[in-house]
């Protein structure tokens, strides 16, 4: 099963690396918010800096939105879905696979945004091991909401407007707990950021056991 | 009850100009009516002000139950969802669908009547640290995608699957976003108010007031749900049939086009 998932994971990495659209696109869209965000704050250091982590967070789900739709109309587009199942993998290898593509490459998407928060928000960096912690289990668990919200949408004609309606509400927790660990970590408020850690790892987990159990459904229909 | 539902619903598809009403409906319409006639006068005038809130917590009155409507409705959708993947039948199906209607609109309801009281109460129409508002929010946005969904045309075996899934997900998902909600809040205004309520200070006829409120909308949302799924079984019907009906049509046409070009080329 783990051999699968790789399998599967590596195909959509290759894709990804040749076509360039997560570096070419999401990551210039993504620095865009941030720029947005400046702007809409009136570019006011102390108010940048006190709600980084919440607009780094924000501008991870819009990204993440479009990451996953990119990930999945490349697979309707060519009917991938099919040859998937027929390939005898198992679903729940396919869910992993793809979750864990769509985790490194949002990663990486994280890591661009993260450079640039620091430069145009200027937070201070209290405790680096808090952050990298919650950016990969919140990163987790938005990749496994989003690839089982990503492949149910895929098959339908109004699926750039559908999937955001339905992912988003979901994801409030992981906006909720990753911004307040990352609060935390930035200084900005006195909270307990392990804590919330916590219940990002909570709510991951339920996403990739559900989303490894359903998947099989998911794939069958569509 | 399954067998009368899903039978009176296929009674009602035989007879195509037949109501979407039957006895056990028009007794539950008369009794939610009659309910409503006189929950009215008890809401507005015969149960007392409250000593601290005056007439404000007459809205109490709508609000408990519209909220108490909006979390069953969800529960029956969540049961339906996951009958609907373990049974495969549409019955199930349409039940989960039609409670999630009925849920949203409460849930709605609940939410507003909740502003225009936290407004003179509160001082604010929205309050971002109460709990209950925030993650009942959240939960009207998930069902109302939830509806979008839905409405997507589809093959109603898909459809029914892909809603299911979005159904259930968003059942697993209630707790986690409440308690984060909780967390993220940390102090309520909400929960006074509801220990208030709870308190035996409570007084009588207001306490009385609410729970009749509670059974005459459960009996509301009963007729509502029946009416709701019987719609939603006809649509189905009305689907399934359609196509056949439309092709035997042509099919006469057609017929009647051959006998037509065969008669003329006779005279």
Known sequence: ?222 | MNTVKTDSAASTVTDPVGSTSSRGTRVLGALSLVGIAFLIPLAFWWSPADSDQRDLVRIMYVHVPSAWLAYAAFTITAVGSAMYLWKRSLWWDLVAASAAEIGVLFCAIALFTGSIWGRPTWGTYWEWTDVRIVTTLVLLLMYIGYLALRRVAADPHQRSQRAAIVGLIGVLNIPIVRFSVDWWANRTLHQKATVQVGDTQIDGLMLFTLMFSLVVSTVLFAWMLVHRFRIAWLEEQVEAHGLEAALADRRAEAERGVDRAVGGAVS
Do not use: C, H
């Open chain 1, 1 to 222: 099963m783990w051999r699968e998932a790789r399998l599967v994971a590596s195909k959509d990495l290759r894709i990804e690396l040749r076509s360039r659209v997560g570096l070419g696109q999401v990551a210039p869209f993504a620095v865009l918010v941030l720029v947005l965000f400046g702007f809409a704050l009136s570019g006011d250091t102390r108010t940048l800096r006190t709600y980084t982590g919440g607009l780094f967070w924000v501008t991870v789900l819009f990204s993440a939105v479009l990451a996953i739709q990119r990930a999945f109309s490349i697979e309707s587009a060519d009917g991938n879905r099919d040859a998937l199942r027929m390939s005898g993998m198992e679903p729940a290898a396919i869910f992993l696979g793809k979750a864990a593509a769509l985790v490194l490459q949002l990663l990486a998407l994280e890591v661009v945004l993260g450079a640039a928060v620091l430069i145009l928000y200027d937070p201070d960096l209290d405790s680096p091991g808090l952050i990298a912690a919650t950016a990969l289990v919140a990163t987790v668990g938005v990749a496994a909401a989003g690839t089982i919200y990503g492949v149910l949408a895929a098959g339908l004609r109004v699926r750039e407007t559908i999937l955001p309606i339905l992912l988003l509400p979901v994801l409030a927790p992981v906006l909720i707990g990753a911004t307040r660990a990352f609060d935390d970590a930035l200084g900005a408020a006195a909270v307990d950021g392990w804590n919330w850690l916590g219940l990002l790892a909570l709510a991951a987990s339920i996403y990739v056991a559900f989303g490894a159990l359903a998947f099989g459904v998911l794939l069958e229909d569509s």
